[in-house]
């Protein structure tokens, strides 16, 4: 990186992606050739930079400044000004929404003085597509540390020390299930990298793999030399294209410079890896439904133990980890157990990825150190909720987690604490509500994917799931009775104790915890009828105010079945037996006159 | 199963019979055939699946089974510009149920369904990875970022004109 003086990162991730930052990407180099600036700035392409609310993001380098929402055309400004004259783009810069002043430095930015990046320590600062890049901020000095100075067991060890955790949502010892797997005997054993990340609302996983591939490759041969595998097995959803591209690029560049293959660095050790394709399931999640969906069979679990470690892939000694996972590896071996061990709180160490979206004002990948609260996390890295309204709860966990509510807003974030508080880490999906949510229908959402993603091998959560779904859409339609709440406990505690796989053992957290955290709301549907929130259309019927109403007959042409009926200057009225609940009236009145009951 | 009925002609049975010679007609490669083969036909009937079941040497119904375990495998044709709404929880929470409607509204479709005159087909996924821009859209490879109910009409116009 040395001969450039300037060096552009434009953010290309999926979400930046989205925004047209490819052509903004073009824009700017063809700028710089224009002006025959080719030896002096540098433009690339990174992954992820976190602040994916305000994308496309354009970084410059050396002095840290950081456009937001950057569009193709304002590649010309920022050449001509800030690279040739040396005058920040004020417009472009990020904003503080509270004092309204502009950040000329993203380190002074709200968003990053939380955070610790070392799963994403490279995601927005290399180029993922060029392994000099990797190379050049200590990439594979691990693996070559572990191949000419460790032992499998020392390195074992060191990752025991580390404490580091599973980051794919179960939270298992790493280092133990490396030491299980090395234990297990066989002629040919494999190192898997769950890179399934079914949780729909996360892309914590994904982002790594677009933005720094070679972290996940090189921890997974560090495992493979752990536990004496030669070969390695990416599972990866169909529906990451660019990951999978990237994963590509990245395998291939590793093989030319010697650190993939047959005798790796001229160590003798051996290791390779392939990639297998998900295609949308989301129990292929769970390591044994991924190992026999890896054998081309259908992805349903089976019963553990056996574990993978002992028999996984075509019966072999398996090791799952997740992307998160692997991504900390190699940081742990370069800079020490004890380093890695001080982050964080004594039983959770480190850092923890997360997809922070929903009604947050900086929706994005965060990544903090464990411990930290969800106040925190909220107000000061999410920068509040959305346009100013009340936090109702967070959701932690994905389908398989709960919500956390005020109470919990001052909880240190850790494994532990989660579940004590009745929802769990998960692999990373956090997703902030506000007063406008409706919890019942919430509950209903994640049982929906539930219904949909149950492999429907075993009965309770095939046909339990179900049934708990038709008693939440009763309740939502203002039908339900207190009997089905109680109906909603138990069934959900059966399907819970019963379930084969961790699907259907986790699925009714949603609902248990909404009913733990908001049972009034359950009540209001149920006794009163109502929809607190005015979320479920059912329960809810909008009135036009006869006193503010001035006949102008905006809602009447805006209502797509004609409900209004009313003259010109007089006051109108909705028919509610033809009224679909759109609510194209309210956003199209001027005058506030429709209200919701 | 030496001379199935096939609908498909020669030309596209040997490409088929190709990719699964890719993979070495191995059975436990079935995923990675079926990917293929539906990126090339678009979508999996049953006449494709026979022929991979008797490339790889395994039964139809094993091929069945896996093609409609995985929501990824379709057995009806996309339309020529397949809609997608997200309904991950991002998307959720910031109103994608009411996109959906509009789009079932305005298209008159059902979630699954093509348009009679195979323009559009509609489907829902989860989660493109774009949280920040929710709720999301996607239309072929094009990503609509923060659509409104209102903003559906002028998506679809695009796409009609
Ligand atoms: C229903 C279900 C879905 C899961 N989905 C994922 C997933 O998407 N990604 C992941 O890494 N682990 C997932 N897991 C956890 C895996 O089974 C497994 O524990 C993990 O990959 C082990 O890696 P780790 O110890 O590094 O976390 C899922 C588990 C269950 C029960
Ligand atoms: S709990 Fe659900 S997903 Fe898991 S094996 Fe049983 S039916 Fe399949
Ligand atoms: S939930 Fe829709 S893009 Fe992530």
């Not at chain 1, 406990?489 to 908001?518: A, H, W």
């Not at chain 2, 996924?125 to 659509?147: D, N, Q, S, T």
Request: charged share 25%; aromatic share 8%; hydrophobic share 35%.
């Amino acid at each position: 990186m040395a001969k450039f003086k300037i060096h552009l990162l434009v953010c290309g991730g999926t979400g930046c992606r989205a925004s047209e930052s490819e052509a903004l990407f073009h824009n700017l180099k063809a700028t710089i050739s224009e002006k025959g600036l080719e030896n002096e700035v540098q433009v690339i392409t990174t992954g992820c930079f976190g602040f994916c609310e305000k994308g496309p993001i354009v970084k410059v380098m050396p002095d840290n400044t950081f456009y937001t929402q950057v569009t193709p055309a304002d590649a010309i400004e920022i050449i001509e000004e800030h690279v040739i004259k040396g005058r920040k783009v004020q417009r472009l810069l990020y904003e503080n929404p509270e004092t309204k002043e502009k950040v000329v430095d993203s380190k002074k930015m709200g968003f990053y003085r939380k955070q610790l990046r070392i799963a994403l320590r490279n995601c927005g600062f290399i180029d993922p597509e060029n392994i000099d890049e990797y190379i050049g901020r200590d990439g594979y000095m691990a693996l070559g540390k572990c191949l000419t100075e460790l032992t499998p067991e020392q390195v074992i060890e060191i990752m025991k020390k580390s404490g580091l955790r599973g980051r794919g949502g179960g939270g298992f010892p790493a280092g133990l299930k490396w030491e299980i797997t090395r234990a297990s005997k066989a002629d040919q054993k494999y190192v898997v990298c769950n890179a399934d990340e079914g949780d729909p609302g996360a892309f914590m996983d994904r982002s790594i793999l677009e933005g720094d591939p070679h972290s996940v490759i090189e921890a997974m041969a560090i495992c493979g030399y752990c536990i004496d595998a030669s070969k390695g097995l990416v599972y990866i959803r169909a529906e990451y294209p660019l990951a999978i591209e990237r994963l590509k690029t990245a395998i291939k560049q590793a093989r030319e410079y010697g650190l993939l293959g047959e005798n790796v660095l001229g160590t003798g050790f051996s290791f390779d890896i392939e990639l297998r394709y998900g295609a949308g399931a989301f129990v292929c999640g769970e390591e044994t439904a991924l190992i026999h969906s890896m054998e081309g069979l259908r992805g349903e679990p089976t019963v553990k133990p056996p574990f993978p470690s002992v028999s996984g892939y075509l019966g072999k000694p398996t090791n799952v980890n997740n992307v998160e996972t692997f991504a900390n590896v190699p940081v742990i071996i370069n800079r020490g157990a004890e380093w890695f061990a001080s982050i964080g709180t004594e039983k959770s160490r480190g850092t923890k990825v997360f997809a922070l979206a929903g009604k947050i004002n900086n929706v994005g990948l965060i990544e903090v150190p464990m411990g930290i609260t969800l106040r925190e996390v909220i107000y000061e890295i999410g920068g509040g909720i959305k346009d100013g309204k009340e936090f109702k709860a967070v959701q932690t966990g994905g389908p398989s987690g709960g919500c956390l509510t005020q109470r919990h807003l001052d909880t240190p974030i850790d494994y532990d604490n989660l579940i004590a508080a009745g929802s769990m880490m998960g692999s990373g999906g956090m997703i902030v509500m506000d007063e406008d949510d409706c919890m019942v229908s919430i509950a209903k959402f994640y049982l929906d994917f539930t219904v949909e993603e149950s492999c429907g091998r075993c009965a309770p959560c095939r046909i339990g799931n179900k049934r708990l779904i038709e008693i939440l859409e009763k309740i939502c339609k203002g039908e339900g009775t207190m009997d089905d709440l109680d109906n909603l406990r138990n069934l959900s505690q059966v399907i819970k104790d019963t379930s084969l796989c961790g699907l259907g053992q986790t699925s009714p957290n949603p609902v248990l915890s909404t009913m733990e955290n908001f049972y009034e709301e359950y009540i209001a549907h149920v006794m009163d009828k109502k929809c607190p929130s005015g979320q479920c259309k059912s329960l809810l019927q909008y009135i036009i105010d006869a006193e503010n109403c001035v006949g102008c007959t905006a809602c009447a042409r805006n209502c797509p079945v004609n409900a209004i009926i009313g003259e010109r200057k007089g006051v109108h009225v909705i028919d509610q037996a033809v009224c679909i609940k759109c609510g194209a009236c309210m956003e199209k009145c001027k005058f506030n006159a429709v209200f919701i009951k | 199963m030496a001379s199935i009925n096939i609908k498909l002609n020669q030309e596209k049975v040997s490409q088929l019979q190709d990719i699964c010679k890719e993979f070495n007609n191995d059975k436990g490669e079935l995923i990675n055939v079926l990917h293929k083969a539906q990126h090339l036909f678009g979508y999996l009937p049953a006449e494709v699946q026979e022929v991979i079941a008797h490339e790889l040497k395994t039964s139809a119904a094993h091929v069945y089974g896996v093609v409609t375990f995985y929501s990824f495998f379709t057995m009806t044709p996309k339309g020529e510009h397949p809609i997608s709404i997200c309904m991950g929880t991002a998307c959720y929470v910031r109103g994608a149920e009411k996109v959906l409607d509009e789009f079932k509204r305005i298209l008159k479709v059902k979630v699954g369904e093509t348009t009679p005159d195979g323009k559009f087909s509609l489907s829902c996924l989860r989660c493109v990875g774009a949280c920040g821009l929710a709720p999301v859209v996607m239309v072929g490879e094009k990503v609509f970022g923060r659509v409104s109910p209102d903003g559906v009409k002028d998506i679809i116009g695009e796409y009609t004109k």
